[in-house]
């Protein structure tokens, strides 16, 4: 009985530390692979060069006290499905560094603050923040659910490979100024970010190879799928997010 007992406990302790393991994919890069892990909702990670890039870590979707420690945490915007203290905490270093909006610095009081449009080297990685922001969807007072210049999203180059994470955004102008994207994660969620048809005519403007809805809650990504059906030179992945 009692083998049969540890047995069990084996199993179990296997099944749960297996669901604390993101959904990845894998990526070959001119300087080594890189590792986008899928955490949940608008959280991701990425792992390159022995080095760990947290972007917008959330406690509601993960344990992050057993995720890996963060080299370099990417903060969008100060919602709190985005700055999540207990998230950062858990996954903080000594000497971790934080790209972070103006907005951000004065609630956590740390970090480097970047803003759109600017550029800046971390763990020698250039990263560009770029707009994100709502035109149409608006709070009951008329103010954007996201208004333009408080927020970022985030062009990282890992060598030869270029990654946009969108954060809480629309199909914005600036979108069709974007040049060769390999890798775009762009938010689906009503009433804050984007139908999927907003999605769709984001992807058309700046074609990247690869498209990833994120933070796309209940919206059916099978809509995603049909309207992109036309358009052969985005691929899109969908996972759990």
Same mark, same amino acid.
């Given at each position: 009985?009692? *083998?049969?007992?540890?047995?069990?406990?084996?199993?179990?302790?296997?099944?749960?530390?297996?669901?604390?393991?993101?959904?990845?994919?894998?990526?070959?890069?001119?300087?080594?692979?890189?590792?986008?892990?899928?955490?949940?909702?608008?959280?991701?990670?990425?792992?390159?060069?022995?080095?760990?890039?947290?972007?917008?870590?959330?406690?509601?979707?993960?344990?992050?006290?057993?995720?890996?420690?963060?080299?370099? !945490?990417?903060? &969008?915007?100060? +919602?709190?499905? +985005?700055?999540?203290? !207990?998230?950062?905490?858990?996954?903080? @270093?000594? #000497?971790?560094?934080?790209?972070?909006?103006?907005?951000?610095?004065?609630?956590? +009081? *740390?970090?480097?603050?970047?803003?759109?449009?600017? @550029? &800046?080297?971390?763990?020698?990685?250039? !990263?560009?923040?770029?707009?994100?922001?709502?035109?149409?969807?608006?709070?009951?007072?008329?103010?954007?659910?996201? =208004? %333009?210049?408080?927020? #970022?999203?985030?062009?990282?180059?890992?060598?030869?490979? *270029?990654?946009?994470?969108?954060?809480?955004?629309? #199909?914005?102008?600036?979108?069709?100024?974007?040049?060769?994207?390999?890798?775009?994660?762009?938010?689906?969620?009503?009433?804050? &970010?984007?139908? =999927?048809?907003?999605?769709?005519?984001?992807? *058309?403007?700046? @074609?990247?190879? !690869?498209?990833? =809805?994120? +933070?796309?809650?209940? &919206? #059916?990504?099978?809509?995603?799928? %049909?309207?992109?059906?036309?358009?052969?030179?985005?691929?899109?992945?969908?996972? @759990?997010?």
């Amino acid at each position: 009985m009692l *083998k049969y007992f540890f047995l069990s406990f084996f199993i179990f302790s296997f099944v749960m530390l297996n669901a604390q393991i993101p959904e990845k994919d894998f990526f070959e890069t001119a300087e080594g692979p890189l590792e986008i892990y899928f955490v949940g909702h608008g959280s991701l990670y990425f792992s390159f060069m022995g080095k760990i890039i947290h972007v917008d870590p959330y406690s509601k979707v993960a344990d992050y006290a057993r995720l890996p420690k963060a080299d370099l !945490i990417l903060i &969008t915007h100060e +919602h709190r499905d +985005h700055l999540d203290t !207990i998230a950062l905490n858990a996954i903080m @270093k000594e #000497n971790t560094q934080v790209l972070l909006t103006e907005i951000c610095f004065g609630i956590l +009081h *740390k970090g480097e603050v970047i803003r759109n449009g600017e @550029k &800046t080297e971390m763990l020698g990685l250039p !990263i560009e923040a770029v707009p994100a922001y709502n035109i149409v969807h608006k709070r009951d007072n008329g103010q954007p659910f996201h =208004p %333009k210049g408080a927020g #970022n999203g985030y062009v990282i180059r890992f060598a030869d490979l *270029k990654v946009y994470v969108g954060a809480d955004t629309e #199909n914005i102008p600036e979108m069709a100024e974007l040049q060769d994207i390999d890798v775009a994660f762009l938010p689906m969620n009503l009433p804050y &970010t984007m139908t =999927p048809e907003m999605v769709a005519m984001a992807a *058309k403007s700046f @074609k990247p190879g !690869i498209l990833y =809805p994120y +933070h796309f809650g209940q &919206t #059916n990504t099978a809509e995603l799928v %049909k309207l992109l059906a036309d358009t052969p030179e985005v691929e899109l992945r969908i996972r @759990k997010f």
